[in-house]
């Protein structure tokens, strides 16, 4: 086994750390928070840990798995599924979101070809989705899946990087990426193509009343 720095010592402790507590991995800005590093000196650190053997990991949230770890499972009543709630989405202007588990929420489907680990929620922050249904304070359910998504699909986007806004999606034409409020007194925001990541499509909904 390559050896390893005193940094990548620690972030191997905190990740383990952080699963045994949290029943799921960090997220890179989580890891930088806790180091007071820059969110490129994780990535960095990340992959100088896969080369190294040491972990693995996705473009998906929270998919850091350390390597000869097993995964424990956790007893849900059948037809349950838990999956993360990763803090709040902007349904309004672009806001900066930044992605923590604050719990867990139990759902009873998954869409087609998805498991658990595809699936993540978000709180709702705004009311640019309201004809749709979708309101301050809901719940969203998201799905990660590889298949693009189709015009008027409700989408979770990630604008330029760091920006994160729920919408309905279009793509008028070739390179252009139109983001569509369900609310008057709203606008549509449209971005090149190359500027917004899409985290997955919005599946179901959970309210408290």
Request: proline residues 5%; aromatic residues 8%; glycine residues 6%.
């Amino acid at each position: 086994m390559k050896t390893l720095t005193e940094k990548q010592k620690n972030i191997l402790e905190f990740i383990e750390e952080f699963l045994d507590r949290e029943g799921m991995a960090p997220t890179v800005y989580e890891i930088a928070d806790r180091f007071d590093i820059k969110t490129s000196t994780v990535f960095a650190h990340l992959r100088a840990l896969q080369r190294k053997k040491q972990l693995s990991r996705t473009s998906k949230a929270r998919s850091i798995s350390l390597s000869g770890r097993k995964k424990v499972g956790v007893h849900l009543p059948r037809g349950l599924f838990a999956i993360p709630l990763l803090g709040r989405v902007n349904a309004g202007a672009p806001a900066e979101s930044i992605e923590y588990k604050e719990r867990d929420i139990y759902i009873s489907t998954l869409p087609k070809g998805c498991s658990p680990e595809d699936m993540f929620a978000l709180r709702v922050h705004g009311e640019s989705m309201r004809d749709l249904g979708i309101y301050d304070g809901d719940i969203v359910i998201v799905a990660q899946t590889q298949t693009a998504p189709k015009n008027g699909d409700i989408v979770v986007a990630l604008i330029q990087g760091n920006e994160v806004t729920v919408k309905s999606f279009y793509a008028p034409k070739a390179g252009t990426v139109e983001l569509h409020p369900a609310n008057a007194d709203f606008k549509i925001q449209t971005y090149p193509a190359e500027e917004v990541a899409i985290q997955g499509k919005v599946v179901a909904l959970q309210r408290a009343y």
